[in-house]
């Protein structure tokens, strides 16, 4: 049951592709991710502290004002930048080395977000509410470019591993298992 579950999880597009990583990449791009992303996120973290020392403010509500929407939108153009460039570099301009299973969605939901993010921040802001569903939306693709800039990391840290030798591999043993009953 749990292998089955596994199976699927592994073919659900955007998020199957962790899997195409062994754990010591993803540890080694997911240390790398969190200074990155604590380094790119210190005008956020110092206005936090700020507003939580020098204003008074309570940390949630200093939180919950400085991570407004218009913040968000332009964070998340950041962090898809070098996604995309990645995936420009290694789909439309591929290499000899195989790409983790799953790039061509990734490229192209960063596409339709960062497109999405530069018209939300160029058609002006205002036009964008700041209601719980927009905040809910805004934080949903956030998240998610951040987690394509860490798929993005592990696969520059994956870089003598090969995915189609993977594949075979799991390919016979699939077989061996099938036809041993």
């Avoid at 969190?34 to 008074?56: K, R």
């Avoid at 990734?106 to 018209?119: E, G, Q, Y």
């Avoid at 058609?123 to 964008?128: E, I, L």
């Amino acid at each position: 049951m749990n292998r089955q579950i596994l199976y699927f999880i592994q073919h659900i597009p955007l998020f199957g592709s962790v899997f195409a990583f062994r754990f010591a990449v993803l540890r080694k791009a997911f240390s790398q991710l969190i200074f990155v992303w604590v380094l790119s996120s210190l005008p956020i973290i110092f206005t936090i502290f700020g507003a939580v020392f020098f204003e008074d403010k309570p940390f949630d509500m200093a939180l919950l004002s400085t991570l407004n929407i218009t913040i968000l939108f332009i964070y998340t153009a950041a962090f898809l930048a070098p996604v995309i460039w990645l995936c420009v570099d290694r789909v439309i301009y591929p290499k000899t080395q195989k790409v983790f299973p799953g790039i061509n969605w990734i490229f192209l939901v960063a596409i339709i977000f960062l497109i999405f993010s530069s018209a939300a921040w160029g058609f002006g802001n205002s036009k964008f509410s700041s209601d719980e569903f927009s905040q809910k939306i805004t934080l949903t693709i956030y998240f998610l470019s951040v987690y394509f800039w860490f798929l993005t990391i592990a696969d520059s840290c994956n870089a003598e591993f090969d995915f189609v030798s993977s594949a075979r591999e799991q390919e016979d043993s699939f077989i061996n298992k099938v036809t041993r009953g």
